[in-house]
Structures are given as C-alpha cells and as structure tokens.
C-alpha cells in the first residue's frame, strides 16, 4: 500500500514513534513533551529573542505539571527574559519567513493511548500491510499487550524478514494471516531461533512440505525451543513404541502433540490401559488410525465408550478396530440432545420402549 | 443513517415463548437464541467505511513517454473501517429468561430480548398461573422423584383404581384451596372475596409456598398415569414431589417420568417456537404476535408500581385484582384465537 508522504515524513520522525506507544501514560506523555520542547531548544538558538521563540517557550511553561523544571533554567539564563508586560501578541495571519515555517513541529494527532488499534491503523505502516494480510487486529487487540507490540514493531526490521522466512519454508500466503491472528509471537522470535528449530526438524527428516503443514496447522511450533520439540518426538516414540516413520506420520497430522502439555496424554494413555483394557498393539492401532484421542477430553472418552459398550453392546475389540467411533461427534453427549439421547430412549432391540 | 443491522435490532424488543427440549439446561436454550440473533445481526453489510485522500505515486498520463513519478490524489477506503479492524458489529443482545425450567422439564419458556426484559420483571411479579402436564408411574420409589434417578423402594399398585386417584387428588386441592385462601389475605366473610372466589380470581399476596389452583387427571392406565395442574410459586422439584406424594396416600409409590409446561400466563405451547424456529425472522415473528399481551403486562405492572406508592392496601387488592381479571380474560380471549397464529409463520430460509 503507497503511505502518503506526509504520512511517511511524521510516521519516520521520532516523537511521533515515541507518541505511538499507547500502554503506559506519564513516561510517554513526558517523553512526548520533552522531545517537542527539545525541538523549540533548536528553533530558539538559532533564532534570538524573536517573537515566535517566546511563543513557543510560554506555550510550552503552561504545560502539565509532569514537565521537568530544570530544563526551562537554561533558556531564561540567556538573555531571553520572559516579560509577560511587553508581551508582543502573535498573529496567526502574520507573515512568517520561510525558515520559520520549515522549522515549525506538528504535534502528532494520534492519542498516547488508546484501548483499540482503530487510531493507529491508517497511520502505521505495519498495522496496515498486517490488515492487507488477512490478519484480524480486532481478535488481537482483546488479547492482553498484543497491540502494544504489534504498533511498536517496524516492518522492514521485523516483520518483513520472519515473513519471507515463512514464505520461504512454504507455508501458502493465504493461510499467513490466519497463522498470525493465532500467533502474533512468531513476529518477536529472533529468526536464528526459527532457523535452528526448522533444521532440526528437518535433521529428523521431516520433509520440507510436511515442516509447511505442521507450521500453519499448528502456529505455536516454531516458538518452543529444539529441547522441548525433541523432549516431546522421544516421548511419543518410546511411549507408543511407534517406528520413526509412523511417528512422523502421527506428528504431521496432529502437530499440536508436539505444543502442548505432555501431562493429559499420559492420562488418556492410562485410561485406555486400564479403564477400557486395549493392548499395546491395539492402543498402537487406535493412535495411527485417531490422533485426536490422545488429546480428546478424557471424561467424555469415557462417557462414549461406557455408551457404546455397555448400553450398545459393541465388543470392546470392535471399538479398538473402528476407534473413529470414540471421537464421533454422533454420539458426543451434548447441551443439545442429539442421536445419543434418542438412542437412549429406543430400548434394547431398537424399538421405542412405549 | 441508521445501518440495516440497527435497524433489525430495533425490532429485537419484547416477550416471546419458546419450547426447551427435555435434558437440555435453560441457559444453553438461552446462549443459543442470543447467539442466533448475534449471527443474524453480524450478517448485515456493515456501514460503508469513510474514504480519505491518499497521494498515490503514478505516472504522469498524458504523456506515456515520460517516466516521471508525480503523486496523484485518490479517495481510499480508511482502513480503521476495516472489518478484521472494527471487528463485529454487535457483541451483545440481552436475552433474559422468565420462569425457569429445570432440565429433567420441557416446555414452554418464556425469554425477553431488548426492552422486553423490563416486561419480564413486571410477568414474575403478576400472579400469573402456570399449567403443567404430569407423567407418572405407580409401583417405584427413587430418591429424586424422577424415574432418572435411584431406585429405593418398589410396591405393588394393583390396588389403585382411577376412583381412589381421584379422591387423593380432590383431598390435595382442598388443602391447597385453604392454603390459597389463607395466602391471599382475604376475609371470605365479604361480600367482593366471595364473589372473587366464585370467579376463581383468589391470588396469593407476597411469599407463598407452591399452591395448586387446579389439579385433575387425565389419563389412567396402571401403572402409567398423567395429571394436569394449575399452579402458582411453584418448583419442578415440587411437582415430581407431588407425585411422590400422590403415590403414599394411595399406599403404593410412585415416580414422575415426565413434567411439561404448556402454559406460562398468557403464553401457550401452540405458540412456543421449536428448535428450527430459534431464528432472528421467527423470533421478531413471535415478538410481533405477543406485542399486545407485552403491552397489557406492563401496564398493569406499571399500575401496580404506582398504586403502590398511594400506600393503601383494601384498594390495592381491588384494583389489582381487577386487573388480573382482565389478564385472565385475555388467557379465555387468547385461547380461542390461537388457530390462526401457527400458520402464519413462515418456514426459515
């Protein structure tokens, strides 16, 4: 997108950048007023006891009382004494020259804080290129100190590299914003990391299209250090005693195993040990065949298979043969009555009991 | 200029009924219609965004030879407009429930959407009845009351005869008729509360435990029987007890394997939406056909509000009662023209 130049010009000076910083308020509001009167310091020197110089400095005296006092000292030092009395009144018609035109600052309009991205968006560059990306600001923002960082980033230092990184890795430009509304951190993660973890899961041969697909389905990847992401390859290989391949194949399906906590699949393990009774090689099966149950919620689990067991009748080693069965939506017990509880109520041939 | 999506929710205000499924929780029926309604609003193309003047770097047009870059003005969309920007349009419609239902009932439940939620407050308030279809069955005894729960005790019930159900039942609404007469507040020896309780317009002032109005049996095939009721302050818990108890005085036991609203005051089971009604179209339908009865509750709400203030409690009664009287005979008007009110609506796209 072409930014005008007059936005580009205030955008690239540094007291609108300080002033774009909208989660705390004194320091920045200091900052803000500082850095403006540092500019009126430049006007003044060069220019002595003129009319404008002292409309500056009484302008900036009736500041906030957040204004640092030992810095107006060295202006009434020289011989610039502010003498209220003679005031000359200043024009907003008088003719200025051109020097003092170029000179004269704009204070930015956008506000020091702010509790959406909405003032800000027009004005940055990043915001902007972000939103023509397809990412949604507005899910962002409600997240807390997002959009603090995401303003405070500059494109062509920080978003634009981690950017190509992932184009390059192959992951498609439609699925980029998606991947970002999910995971705005990929933006501060240093690319040395990104790089490192990348290389060592392609050392484990993952293949270049299969690293693309696990980086968009599951965005929070790259961000967990090449220990955790090997803590958790050994455990899923040693625990299910899977061969390398199948794991690989496992991962590339579901590659959230490899971002969350180890500790709710230990315990769906469990229960398929002893609560439903399956075997090694049968728990093997389930798992090659649906992922998702190793991180399914354990109670519902339960509840689905004491259904379809119990009140159905299915042998147990049928519902380790057609595993899809546990994580089918059909029979998922619900706030809304679905065809489980209408199967509750035919009785046991199938028939409506009354 | 008001947007298409505010000018749908303006019409989002009001009291319709609604028919909850048995097994399902009331706030899950009401998150449900608030976020159908949310969907529908969401939907509506949102305001057109503000354009601003942007200077583009383009080539010169006249001539196609030079290569000069010379910033041409534009009007661009200004993307704080943006929709991934602005986010949605509403976040929140206030949908409020009246009487609630457990989840062991179904039937028809009452919900408020916008202003219809002051009307609401006014329905709880008004002595209003509710009709009850109960499903029991003879010879088992659970710790619930319901047939979902423990079995404790089983009995035999051939002795029970439709004429024995009958009697139990009349004994039960003789006490309950005492009770409504105690609850009232009312001296019988007068002229105007004998007339009010020819007229069956007694109400019970204040807190008052569950009082039935009206109660008799419909059906009678041992052990499966059902009753109707009438009833005012009452629980579902309540009612399943009642069964309970239907089945001590007959010296059997028994449990209730079912209990259905079929009317909430004026708001009846023919007129409550099923599960492929909850939509935006059907509801503002519904709040459209009820409008009248809306408008009636709130102002005898608003009358009784005002007389309380005049602080004088024989003509508070009367005129209070005058006026349930007239809701009452809007239930008997609303009764007959019912036939017509499911036809209308119209089938969802």
Known sequence: MHVCQRCVSLFLSRPLSAALQPSTRAPHQRSHLTLLQHSTRHTLSQRHGTQTGTHFTGRQAASPPLYNKKEIVPLNSDDHRIDLDSAVHLSPLQEISEDEAVQIQVPSALPPESSTLRPYVDKSETLSKLVHLGVNLW????????GSMLVRLDFHADVAPRLLFLKDLGVEESKLGQLLTINPFILTESVDNLEARVSYLKSKKFSKQSVAAMVSKAPYLLNFSVERLDNRLGFFQKQLGLRAEKTRDVVTRLPKLLCGSLEPVKENLKVFELEFGFRGNEIQHIVTTVPKVLIANKRKLTQIFDFVHNTMNVPQSLIGKFPQTLVSRVLRPGPVPTVSAQLRLLGPLGVPAR | MTTQAVRLFRKMDGLFAVYKPQGVHWKHVRDNIESSLLKALNSCPPAAPQLAVHFQLLSDGKNSSSKDLVPSPSMVPVLADHPLVTGPQFHKVHVGVGHRLDAFS????????????????????????????????FGKSTDSFMDTGRVIEKATYDHVTQDKLERVLAMIQGANQKALITYSQVDLRT??????????LLYPHGKSPPILTGLRCINFNPPHFTLEVQCVNETQKYLCKLIHEVGLELRTSAICSGVRRTRDGPFKVENALTRQHWTADSIIQAIAHFSKTTRKIRKSGMYRQTAGQ????????????????????????????????????????
Not at chain 2, 107 to 133: A, I, P
Not at chain 2, 194 to 200: D, K, P, Q, S, T
């Open chain 2, 191 to 200: 002229q105007e509360a004998y007339e009010l309780a020819v007229r069956g």
């Open chain 1, 139 to 146: 899910k962002l923002e409600q997240r807390p100190n997002v």
């Open chain 2, 310 to 349: 005049f602080n004088s409690s024989a003509q508070i009664q009367e005129q209070t009662r005058r006026q349930s009287e007239q809701i009452n005979q809007e239930h008997a008007g609303l009764s007959s023209s019912t036939s017509d009110a499911v036809g209308d609506r119209k089938t969802p796209s």
């Open chain 2, 106 to 137: 179904s039937g028809v439940l009452v919900l408020g959407v916008g202003k219809g939620n002051r009307v609401l407050e006014h329905l709880s308030k008004s002595h209003v009845t509710r009709d009850y279809t109960l499903e029991g069955e």
